[in-house]
């Protein structure tokens, strides 16, 4: 009962918190607006804001702690009320339990100290047994829960009989709260009562009334008042109080469920639907109870067993009354207390409302608030922007004293430059300025225009000054250019300023730049070329020709040879490594006193004009901001008229061909690096040259074809049958030409490479026809001339051979060779050799027959068909053979010996010598074996003879005659 108490009064509370605190969910919602406004109010915001805030946070504590005040006494209120209602169940639970009645008894008999009986008085009622006594309490008690859990009909005045939770809800619904705290004691008073009174019997309400009656509830005994002190009867009449309000609170209860009973009889079934399938339900939870299934299985009477389970009940309703009634006393005090706490709770419930309505004005003033501050923040952003536009006005078209006694009094160096790059900035400014807004608006702006002409007058006049000055003063070596490129360029912005405020004095500015440069360049490359034409080798003259006698070439006062080396205006020589180290950039210094050949020399010029003129390239447009290339072209224009010239001058007097082809090699080197530079200032100077080397080659080339046409072969001499010098001429020139066409070749001047290799076959032609005169009048017999074309044309070809070089011309000349040395070795073999000769040359065709005999009969021809001489008949006798073959056996080596001594006297080449004997054995070998073949096949005894030599051991035998393995001779 306890437990059920607590419940109760517990959903009561809350119920009356709920209630009382109707600002739960208006409130947060308030308080959450409040705080999702809060950030937007600016810290700017002005004092109203300010002190409504602090009203509201003042509101706030008080009504926090009237809540906690209200909530604290609501606590110990409740403490007190359930310390008491926990002592008066304890007292209850040591009170022996009222013995149960039978149902005939009219009366109940109720043993409760607390209504001033004796407990040792008799009782009236008949005895129980205690085993009785003790299983009708705990299932009256169990009725009760019982009855508490079912759901109940509504009273007369409305109100839900039910449990707790009924209880609980109808005080949130807004009934007065002693209402409610009866029906909640109705409720649980009578909660025993209801499941007895449920059954209809109307004899239980009278047997009720008189327990009520007869047990004296609130009624005290004469016997006991007589002998009781003053105190005790003060005492007596607080408890006949107590128990005349338990009896009233009884009699309520019993109206109540008498009021149930006359619903309950006025029921008629009909009238209400009833729910068959929860009826089948019922009829299953009833087969689940063991004590009904029990009854069932034993066939008891079921009349008799109903009869007997509402006696057990009545005894139980019975039982249950006596315990409520000992409980009375607890019950009234607990309904006093309910009403405290009622009265706590109404207070509270007030302070909260108030509160809320507080909260509600300080949310609304919020808002206000905020709306103000979104205002105020509106202009104080407006403001702010003017102000910074403003700032940003001011700042870009104020002048300072300072910038201005900088620009106008100061020297030009870099902190110059940074105040004249913000002047014109603000300059520029104020010129949009002028263009966007009207000038009305921009009277600021117009008192600026005389301070602005001023600072642009002396900035000009002081840029142009400095300008000019460091020109003069700077650039007169040719040696610190860069560096003065390195220091002007850090002005480059200052120019940039002057050409953009008077263009005019820029392009004077350009004008005495170029006249500086060109004025150092001009003496420096004047000097520079100067010195290199003293370090040149002499230029070789008209009659350094390839047909030109020597005697032509010796001076007739010194009569020594003008040109150290005749060979070298033919030939490379030294001059190669100039076309192989093209990519290095070498720099010949001017007190330099090597002589040199005049291409390396003008490599060096050249070289030398391509890094200033790429330099002042890059320096025009970093500084001039533009690449101007008319301004170069005129910045070196006499440099290049002095390089030009200096060149006509050795190319117009010079009859080196091999010198001016290196020359056209550089020409065209450096102008494919200044195309890759992208660069064309320099492109008719190189055409120009290009065109008068061309024509001068070409013109060389032409003298040397002449002179070789022309030349008068008696004038010209010539050593025994050695090749001839102006052939010794031919093959290194040749050879030179041939190794510097194929750079023409790679850069596809074409043009020039056919021109080139036309001109070289009729040198060629003329070569061929100079050496059959000079052969004719020199020499009268056919063997000489033969040897001195051999020599000559081993000459041309082993040149070539020595370069890895060859030509169409190459092949020919290889041609005649090779026709000239077949002719001398058959001449050469025909004296000593006679005989084999002869004798291989007739039988020739028959060796071959008989091959080609053997042949048919090995792929089964007729033999009829064959044209050959048939086998047997022999076109030598043996002793014409025997006799040949000892002969050559006999006189072989000391012929071969013989020959191979001419040959190395006639022959300077000892490779060609040795050329000559090495095909000499090839022709001696063709011949015996055409014999060493006739002996084996017609006359194979001979093989047997001393004199009969296989063809490798012949071969051996004369390698080691013509080349003996001496350390001295080097095959």
């Known amino acids: 009962m306890a437990s059920t108490w607590s419940s109760m009064s517990t959903s009561l509370n809350m119920n009356k918190l709920k209630k009382l605190n109707p600002f739960d969910s208006t409130a947060n919602a308030t308080t959450n607006e409040s705080n999702a406004s809060s950030p937007s109010i600016n810290n700017n915001s002005n004092a109203s804001s300010s002190t409504a805030t602090q009203q509201m946070a003042n509101a706030t504590a008080t009504a926090t702690a009237s809540m906690a005040n209200a909530t604290a006494k609501m606590a110990s209120v409740t403490t007190a009320w359930a310390r008491n209602l926990g002592e008066n169940l304890r007292v209850s639970s040591n009170t022996p339990s009222p013995a149960p009645v039978s149902p005939s008894s009219s009366s109940l008999s109720v043993a409760s100290p607390q209504v001033g009986q004796n407990s040792s008085s008799p009782s009236t009622s008949p005895s129980v047994s205690p085993s009785n006594s003790s299983q009708n309490v705990p299932n009256s008690m169990n009725s009760s829960s019982g009855a508490t859990n079912s759901p109940s009909p509504k009273n007369s005045n409305g109100h839900s009989n039910g449990n707790n939770s009924n209880s609980s809800n109808n005080v ?65 009449k607080r408890e006949e109080s107590k128990r005349e309000k338990n009896r009233k609170l009884l009699e ?56 007997e389970v509402e006696e057990k009940l009545t005894l139980l309703e019975r039982g249950t009354v006596g315990d409520y009634a000992a409980e009375g006393d607890a019950v009234a005090i607990l309904y006093e207390q309910i009403i405290s706490c009622d009265k706590v709770l109404e207070e509270l419930e ?64 870099e902190m110059y430059q940074e105040y004249l790059l913000e002047f014109n900035r603000k300059v520029s400014f104020i010129e949009t300025q002028k263009l966007i807004e009207n000038d009305s608006h921009l009277k600021g702006v117009s008192d600026l225009d005389p301070v602005i002409k001023l600072i642009q007058d002396r900035s000009i006049s002081k840029i142009k000054s400095y300008l000019s000055a460091y020109f003069y003063e700077n650039f007169n070596d040719v040696n610190n250019i860069s560096i003065n490129h390195k220091i002007l360029l850090r002005y480059a912005r200052t120019y940039q300023y002057l050409f953009k405020m008077a263009p005019q004095a820029t392009d004077e500015m350009k004008k005495t730049y170029q006249d500086t440069i060109s004025r150092v360049f001009t003496t420096y490359f004047r000097n520079y070329a100067s010195a290199m ?81 790429t330099g002042e390239i890059t320096f025009t447009q970093d500084f001039f901001m ?27 007097n010079s009859y080196d061909s091999i010198a001016i082809f290196i020359l056209i090699v550089i020409i065209d080197k450096y102008r494919s690096i200044m195309s890759k530079r992208l660069s064309s200032c320099l492109d008719n100077f190189f055409d120009d040259c290009h065109q008068d080397l061309m024509d001068r080659f070409f013109f060389v080339f032409d003298n040397n074809l002449m002179s070789v046409k022309n030349a008068i072969v008696k004038d010209l001499n010539s050593i025994d049958l050695q090749p001839h010098y102006v052939i010794r001429r031919y093959a290194e020139y040749n050879a030179s030409l041939l190794y510097l066409i194929q750079i023409p070749q790679q850069t596809g001047d074409y043009p020039f490479v056919n021109k080139l290799n036309q001109n070289l076959s009729k040198l060629r032609e003329e070569i061929e026809r100079f050496l059959l005169r000079l052969a004719e009048a020199k ?56 005989r084999l000769l002869n004798f291989a040359k007739t039988n020739e065709s028959f060796v071959l027959d008989v091959k080609n005999d053997e ?45 191979m001594d001419s040959i190395r006297k006639q022959f300077s080449n000892y490779s060609f010598g040795d050329r000559i004997l090495e095909r000499m054995i090839e022709r001696l070998l063709e011949s015996y074996s055409i014999l060493h073949k006739i002996i084996f096949k017609f006359f194979p005894h001979l093989r047997k003879s001393p004199s009969c030599t296989a063809l490798t051991q012949l071969k051996v035998d004369m390698e080691n005659v013509l080349f003996p393995p001496t350390p001295s001779k080097n095959r």
Not at 390 to 401: D, P, T
Request: proline content about 2%; charged content about 25%.
């Open 350 to 413: 007030g302070l909260l409302t108030n509160f809320q309505t507080d909260i509600k004005n300080v949310g609304q003033e919020i808002k206000i608030l905020q709306e103000g501050c979104k205002a105020h923040q509106v202009k104080l952003n407006n403001r702010s922007e003017v102000q910074n536009q403003l700032e940003k006005f001011i700042h870009n078209i104020h002048i300072s004293e300072e910038m201005i006694d900088c620009l106008v009094n100061g020297q030009v160096n």
């Open 855 to 899: 042949e048919n009969a090995a792929e089964g021809a007729d033999s009829a068909t064959s044209t050959a001489t048939p086998t047997g008949k022999v076109p030598v006798k043996e002793e014409e053979v025997k006799s040949l073959l000892e002969d050559f056996h006999k006189n072989r080596n000391a012929e071969l010996q013989k020959i």
């Open 779 to 834: 020499y009268r017999d056919w063997r000489s001339r033969t040897m001195f074309l051999m020599n000559n044309y081993d000459l041309i070809t082993s040149v070539l051979r020595e370069r890895s070089l060859s030509s169409g011309d190459s092949q020919q000349i290889e041609k005649l060779l090779d026709m000239k040395l077949s002719d001398y070795i058959h001449d050469e073999l025909s004296k000593p050799f006679a």
């Open 252 to 307: 309520d209860l019993l109206k109540e469920e008498e009021g149930k009973m006359e619903m309950l009889d006025e029921l008629d079934i009909t009238t209400i639907p009833v729910n068959f399938a929860s009826m089948e339900e019922d009829m299953k939870n009833v087969q689940k109870n063991p004590q009904i299934l029990q009854a069932l299985k034993e066939g008891t009477d079921l009349k008799r067993y109903t009869s």
């Open 626 to 652: 533009e690449m101007d290339i008319n301004m170069v072209q005129d910045m070196f224009s006499r440099v290049i008229q002095t390089l030009y010239e200096n060149l006509r001058e050795f190319v117009s």
């Open 533 to 613: 034409s003293r370090l040149t080798f002499k230029t070789a003259d008209k009659n350094d020709l390839l047909g030109v006698e020597e005697n032509r070439s010796i001076s007739i006062f010194t009569g020594k040879r003008q040109i150290k080396d005749k060979a070298s205006v033919f030939a490379l020589g030294i001059r190669q490594k100039i076309v192989e180290q093209l990519q290095q950039s070498e720099l010949i210094p001017e007190d330099s006193q090597e002589k040199r050949p005049y291409e390396t020399l003008f490599k060096s010029m050249l070289n030398l004009l391509v890094e200033k003129v």
């Open 172 to 236: 949130s619904n807004g009934n007065n709260v002693n209402n409610q705290s009866g029906n909640a004691l109705n409720n649980s008073g009578s909660s025993a009562l209801s499941s007895s009174l449920s059954t209809g019997n109307n004899s239980k309400k009278e047997t009720l009334k008189g327990s009520i009656e007869n047990n004296g509830l609130g009624v005290a005994s004469p016997a006991f008042t007589t002998s009781l002190s003053p105190a005790s009867l003060a005492e007596k």
